[in-house]
């Protein structure tokens, strides 16, 4: 098992172009969150996946941004036409099927977008 | 709404020596989870310990133990015989049954040699 991990790790882009991140999460996790990490804060969650469906997105998700998971295996976060104010850590997490009354998420290394 | 809030930007503490990490948090709900997760510079996020609010016990891994007064909604974490290895961010996250983690700002702990 290697872990949550996420590509790219690094992401430089102009004002207005779209870009797409992906995860992967560790293989038996049923359960995929997406999160954003801004500079001096915590992360503040975006959306959250059960196998393939998407059960719940943040009021920070702006119909800019939109997520898959298809197959319920790895899951993509697009931001299109993106804004300096999406400047970030995207940050991927996973957890098992929900055991002993709670879910430990397992986080990825995040990718770190730069909107210049 | 749920909130957590952790006041301490920043902490520092000589090699060796204890510090406590403060958290506070607003919730109605009964059942819910707390956590504390570390994040050392440029790499992920990992766990350092949870408590599950139905339990009274206080919850312990190694140099790594709580204080959770569920009355006041503090859920404080007290490093013991801190390390280099120890400094990064500390986040304070919860729980309940969403799913979706609610974090804290975060505290800088630095540890001194």
């Known amino acids: 098992d290697t872990g949550v991990s996420q590509n790219p790790r690094h992401k430089i882009t102009k004002r207005g172009q779209n870009v797409t991140f992906r995860c992967d999460p560790i293989?038996?996790?049923?359960?995929l969150y997406w999160y954003r990490q801004t500079l001096g804060q915590g992360p503040e969650f975006l959306t959250y996946f059960q196998n393939e469906a998407q059960l719940e997105k943040s009021r920070l998700l702006s119909d800019r941004f939109s997520a898959e998971r298809p197959k319920g295996s790895f899951s993509t976060l697009e931001i299109q036409r993106t804004e300096q104010g999406d400047s970030a850590m995207y940050l991927c997490a996973s957890s098992a099927p929900r055991d002993r009354g709670y879910n430990e998420q397992f986080f990825g290394p995040g990718t770190r977008l730069t909107v210049l | 709404a749920q909130t957590v809030t952790q006041s301490q930007p920043e902490m520092s503490v000589q090699e060796a020596e204890t510090v406590t990490l403060s958290c506070t948090y607003d919730?109605?709900?009964?059942?819910?989870?707390l956590f504390w997760y570390k994040q050392p510079p440029s790499r992920q996020m990992i766990l350092v310990i949870r408590?599950?609010?139905?339990?009274?016990q206080n919850a312990t891994e190694n140099r790594f133990s709580v204080n959770f007064q569920k009355a006041a909604k503090s859920f404080s974490l007290k490093i013991s015989d801190s390390q280099l290895g120890d400094a990064a961010m500390y986040f304070c996250a919860y729980t309940s049954g969403t799913y979706k983690y609610i974090f804290g700002t975060g505290t800088r702990l630095k540890v001194l040699a």
């Open positions: 919730t109605s709900e009964s059942d819910y989870y």
């Open positions: 293989s038996e996790h049923n359960r």
């Open positions: 408590q599950e609010a139905y339990k009274q």
